[in-house]
């Protein structure tokens, strides 16, 4: 089993905690990842609303430490910057390591994207939950904020760079405005069916059926409040949300973008990284073909590295 997955809060975890990437007892680490004939991840560095101060040295730290466990950890784990560096990854029976970032607060001017891009980030979520000076967060409550003129001139330079921009935590607003402006596909690297559960984080019918069209990617997320309406979710809840987005076209366009280390609880079932092997076991016994599950682990996230990265 192969897995690439678009999302967790890890590193963030990792330097509040002092522990390290290798054995942990968190949601994800080196000597589980190992157990995969592939494993590929994003590591997000989260910009939590303490820190908005001092936001962009926060993602630098972050940023820093990942590098840190990298060098400790390169027999491994390599940094992917592009599609050739996950197929070398892979070659090497590496595990290939990613760079994102959550939330745009640490962006103060276009300067530092390209600061960012040098330092290996492959992709953002322009907003936290949070309005910023990008564009309104999800959990804004004025329908007629979106995307910033700053914001446009983000996406625009994303584009030009070669990052891709999230819209997972994006006001609907927002995520329409970016879509008219953008020159390539989004994606929302952890994001659930609101026709499944209407929490706010979730994507309308309307707006994943965009990212389809555009050639994008939606990322499943474990978060039980995601999942199911009353926060009580297990491995089914997530099988639930992929056969909804396979219904109405995903089956090219989703993956998985757990959160771990990022949800205050996992569903029923999930324990961290270790669990895709339950996920997949579930979602062979309800009759989901391994083809479309093998699409679902790995090969719909490698058409977007190769198209795009």
């Given amino acids: 089993m192969k897995i690439i997955d678009t999302h967790c809060d890890t590193i963030s975890c990792l330097l509040d905690s002092g522990k390290n990437l290798y054995k942990n007892n968190i949601h994800i680490d080196i000597d589980r990842m190992r157990h995969y004939d592939g494993y590929a991840q994003f590591f ?12 962009r040295q926060r993602c630098l730290d972050i940023i820093k430490k990942l590098y840190n466990e990298l060098d400790l950890n390169s027999d491994n784990i390599l940094l992917c910057k592009n599609a050739y560096d996950y197929d070398e990854a892979m070659k090497e029976e ?7 970032i959550e939330g745009g607060e640490c962006i103060p001017d276009i300067n530092t994207l390209e600061l960012y891009y040098e330092l290996g980030v492959r992709c953002i979520a322009l907003t936290w939950n949070n309005t ?19 914001g446009r001139e983000v996406v625009s330079k994303m584009n030009e760079l070669g990052i891709l921009i999230d819209v997972s935590h994006l006001h609907e607003k927002a995520f329409w405005d970016v879509v008219r402006v953008t020159k390539k596909p989004v994606i929302a690297s952890h994001s659930n069916a609101k026709s499944i559960c209407s929490h ?51 089956e090219k366009y989703i993956g998985f973008g757990a959160d771990f280390d990022g949800v205050e609880k996992l569903p029923e079932g999930i324990c961290g990284c270790e669990s895709y092997y339950a996920i997949e076991k579930s979602f062979l016994n309800y009759g989901i073909g391994q083809t479309v599950i093998s699409a679902i682990e790995h090969h719909n996230f490698e058409r977007i590295l190769h198209e795009y990265l």
């Fill in 44 to 55: 997000a560095a989260f910009i939590d609303p303490v820190y908005y101060k001092s936001a």
């Fill in 94 to 100: 590496k595990i290939g390591a990613f760079l994102s």
């Fill in 132 to 150: 910023n000076h990008i564009a309104s967060g999800v959990m804004e409550n004025n329908p007629e904020f979106g995307l910033t003129d700053f």
């Fill in 200 to 250: 706010k984080r979730n994507l309308t019918d309307e707006q994943f059926r965009e990212i389809v069209n555009m050639g994008g990617y939606v990322g499943l997320n474990f978060c039980p409040a995601f999942l199911a309406d009353g926060g009580n979710a297990g491995i089914l809840d997530i099988l639930r949300h992929a056969e909804h987005f396979l219904s109405i076209g995903g």
